[in-house]
């Protein structure tokens, strides 16, 4: 019998597949019929692959094989996201660190699909050195991609290295991950990438040195130091001369903050950073940095109530002078606390009122002090600033009650790894639930902010910061567990007229006032 698909048009077929956002509805699909499994080809492989274990791998380099002419030239994206243990032969039967890697006889198999690939233009390496180490030939198959534009490459070595410097294409975008377990020597950034200065437009570095200036990177608009190992600021001015987004996250070793900011402001030759409007990164890395810019936007995380850390903060804010203002508070850090009576010394006396746009993000977690303390030091901050523009998140998962011991291992019959010693029996069970008591205090005193400023009291939230605040046009407050809210509010001569608007009206007002979250994570993908 004849399927109906076989009597639609190409066109009304290709329409079909294109709405449909799974890719496994694509595939069951294309078993129905031929003409979707032509047409299905493009638009499965075309949406770019992810592969996590080694049946994943061996089972897309079957489909590309069968066909490999009209396969292979649909893919643009693939994601290598298997990771291999140093200590692990992924050739080895007993591999139990969840799905095992591609094994060397895979590697084979993938190795003649990327010679295929001659349209691949994303693509993203996870445990890069040990793969070249298993396929060394892979190495030059990477290489001989001429379409290539963007690269993100996990465990950098020296079969990498090589790799990159040989490279026949001409990349946009370079996220190089440098770490390791045994960082001795840290890689240095500018020496791996020098093979693409005149085409690089977005680079970002993880876990490296900067290393020395030698040539320029004109093109480069974009550059992400993370997890960095120095920080000199005439070394960035001298390569990157058209930078806008420059980001400097967590520093490593960099020595007394101080020494290192000191040394930077000597640098009086620097050239300036005329284009640089989007700043972003820790409080001490931004502060280590010396002279800052004038920037439209400012975004600072690692931020604590430490009174060195409030100092800090003040003068990044007060030299770079931007009018929007992100402010992550509470995050990345183990054990971060923040005191929220800090709340009303985020902002120095005399940029706050310069600020127009202001993203205040705080773990619940890391919250210090009661919720009317919280919503005091918010007032205070709001009173002596121009904000028209106001997000506030309240985030991070409340952590789950602290489990009981189950009665097995109340009664002894712990495994021999946890089990406590017979003399240490009642300390144990003391200290478990002492624990226990302390995780529920803090669990209740989380749930107490978070409702304070949930979803029925939010209308008389807005109320009480638009009169704080008399420039105040628009709140947004996402709180955990009560979603998000947006509010416009309107200025009568009389009294104040709140709105409360449509969630797709309200985060398109975020994306068209520049205030969507920027997920680091994700390398420079989301940075224009």
């Known amino acids: 019998m004849e399927l109906p698909s076989s009597r639609l048009p190409r066109d009304v077929l290709l329409e079909l597949l ?101 349209n691949l233009e994303h693509l993203r390496i996870d445990s890069c050195e040990e793969l070249l180490e298993r396929q060394p030939q892979i190495q030059d198959a990477v290489a001989a991609l001429k379409a290539l534009r963007q690269l993100q490459l996990s465990s950098i070595g020296v079969l990498t290295d090589k790799m990159l410097k040989k490279m026949k294409s001409s990349l946009t975008s370079l996220d ?62 001298q390569a990157f001369p058209n930078l806008q987004y420059l980001e400097l996250t967590a520093p490593r070793e960099l020595g007394e903050i101080e020494d290192v900011r000191e040394e930077n402001l000597q640098q009086t030759a620097n050239p ?33 109530s430490r009174q060195e850390c409030l100092t800090r903060l003040r003068g990044v804010v007060a030299e ?20 929220v009576t800090a709340t009303s010394e985020l902002l120095p006396e005399e940029s706050a009122p310069d600020i127009t746009h202001l993203v205040l993000d705080m773990s619940v977690k890391a919250l210090r002090g009661s919720s009317a303390e919280l919503m005091s030091g918010l007032l205070a901050l709001l009173r002596k600033s121009g904000i028209t523009f106001l997000v506030f998140r309240i985030g991070e998962d409340v952590e789950p009650e602290v489990l009981a011991p189950s009665k097995a291992k109340m009664q002894g019959e712990e495994d021999e790894d946890d089990a406590p010693g017979s003399g240490d029996d009642e300390a144990w069970h003391i200290a478990f639930k002492e624990e226990q008591v302390k995780k529920a205090k803090a669990n209740h005193k989380m749930e107490t902010v978070l409702k304070a400023f949930g979803r029925p009291l939010q209308e008389g939230l807005v109320r009480d910061f638009a009169a704080a605040a008399s420039s105040l046009k628009h709140v947004v407050l996402k709180i955990k567990g009560h979603g998000a809210t947006y509010w416009e509010v309107e200025r009568e001569s009389t009294s104040d007229t709140l709105k409360e608007l449509a969630p797709n009206v309200g985060e398109g007002l ?16 989301g940075i224009p």
């Open 18 to 118: 294109y709405h449909i956002p799974q890719q496994s509805v694509i595939s069951s699909l294309m078993r129905t019929s031929k003409d979707l499994l032509k047409l299905g080809e493009k638009e499965l492989v075309g949406r770019g692959v992810t592969l996590e274990s080694d049946a994943q791998v061996r089972s897309f380099c079957g489909f590309i094989r069968r066909d490999p002419p009209s396969r292979a030239v649909h893919l643009r994206k693939l994601s290598l996201e298997f990771r291999y243990d140093p200590e692990i032969d992924a050739d080895d039967d007993d591999f139990s660190l969840g799905p095992p890697p591609p094994s060397k006889a895979t590697c084979k198999l993938l190795l003649k699909v990327l010679r295929r690939a001659i």
């Open 320 to 339: 770079s002078h931007p009018s929007q203002v992100v402010l992550q508070i509470g995050y990345y850090e183990w054990n971060a606390q923040f005191t």
């Open 510 to 525: 975020i994306r068209a006032e520049g205030l969507a979250p920027n997920d680091r994570s994700s390398g420079l993908e």
């Open 176 to 237: 190089l991950r440098c770490y390791s377990e045994e960082i001795e020597v840290p890689d240095e950034l500018l020496s791996m990438v020098g093979r693409h200065r005149e085409t690089l437009e977005k680079l970002s570095g993880w876990y490296c040195g900067l290393g020395s200036f030698t040539q320029q990177y004109p093109r480069v608009r974009a550059l992400a130091l993370r997890a960095f190992y120095e920080l000199g600021a005439a070394v960035i001015r």
């Open 272 to 304: 300036p950073w005329t284009p640089l409007w989007y700043l972003c990164g820790s409080v001490d890395a931004l502060y280590a940095l010396g002279a800052l810019p004038r920037v439209k936007k400012l975004e600072v995380d690692y931020v604590s």
